[in-house]
């Protein structure tokens, strides 16, 4: 369940409700070109402006339109605990096949705070959980020592890894021999050398407008096709830089807009992607086969 390229899928929203029909829509083209998995209400998915039962109700579409197609991996993470576990029930009521939490954020946690923090989601919801692991957003880090620490908990099945380190990855993979536990990037940019390195997948935003790349790039890593994969690398590199020219997801939901997938609109405080910054965009997607 844990391995390739799955989707940070982007909540699309019309008139600043959810657009139901436009999610369904981008689920579809997910699995139809090779998407592994869809990871809704994460940060691409604007979980921080949903409230909780548009939160509830973007998982119910998503797990819904999959129809046990491929895994859901549902957003439930919190900087409280008790909400996480609410949100982590709700999903596993639903229907999800594991739940993606995030650490704490703004409050920092100790390594002990964040231990106990998983510990308790997992005792309270018999589901498979992933960590998240996102320093750059959350103001904390959950180190190595920690994770593997967690990684004996039977239902603590792995983690998304967002910190841009092959050394991190390194580390905990030696610390975690002999555990069954997996290991997602949290950065497109390392995808490739991520995999080599003994990674199982990516928990992607340059999926959401190029997943049948992603999915190439993985295949030619598992049928040992090197060259190829190493082509590819550079073609995903150029996307993520310009999946990241703003904060995302400003720039992944202005190019599916651009694509003809989506509105173009996104909640404050983020504001839509213009000028400068929109041109660029244009260019490497025209480049990259994406925009004709």
């Known amino acids: ?25 981008l689920v579809n083209f997910h699995i139809e070109n090779g998407t592994m998995g869809i990871i809704p209400c994460g940060t691409t998915g604007e979980s921080a402006t949903l ?31 008790k909400e996480a576990i609410e949100l982590t029930k709700a999903a596993k ?3 999800a096949d594991a739940a993606l939490l995030i650490t704490p954020y703004y409050n920092k946690p100790t ?17 498979p959980i992933v960590m998240y692991n996102v320093p750059g957003r959350t103001a904390v880090n959950l180190l190595p020592e920690t994770v593997a620490k967690l990684a004996k908990i039977p239902n603590i099945l792995g983690i998304k890894d967002a910190t841009g380190s092959i050394n991190v990855l390194t580390e905990m993979i030696e610390l975690t021999k002999g555990e069954e536990f997996y290991f997602l990037s949290g950065d497109d940019f390392i995808y490739y050398p991520f995999l080599c390195v003994g990674g199982h997948g990516v ?23 090197y ?22 997801p400003i720039p992944v939901k202005k190019a599916l807009y651009l694509m003809g997938m989506i509105e173009d609109e996104i909640r404050l405080p983020l504001v839509s992607l213009n000028g400068e910054p929109l041109e660029k965009l244009k260019e490497i997607l025209k480049k990259e086969g994406i925009l004709k």
């Open 111 to 127: 390594q002990e705070g964040l231990y106990y923090h998983y510990k308790k989601v997992a005792e309270e919801v018999n589901i």
């Open 203 to 225: 928990i992607s935003v340059v999926s959401n407008v190029a997943p049948k790349l992603m999915r190439d790039l993985y295949d030619a890593v598992q049928n040992n096709d």
């Open 227 to 248: 060259k190829k994969a190493k082509e590819l690398h550079f073609k995903v590199y150029n996307i993520s830089k310009a999946m990241f020219l703003q904060t995302n």
């Open 51 to 81: 409230s909780y039962e548009e939160h509830e109700r973007v998982i119910e579409i998503v797990i819904d339109e999959v129809n046990k197609r491929i895994p859901v991996i549902a957003g439930t993470g919190s900087n409280n605990t």
């Open 1 to 25: 369940m844990l391995k390739g390229p799955m989707v940070a899928i982007v909540t699309p929203f019309k008139n600043n409700e959810i657009d139901e029909e436009a999610l369904r829509k």
């Open 93 to 95: 009521e639903a229907g």
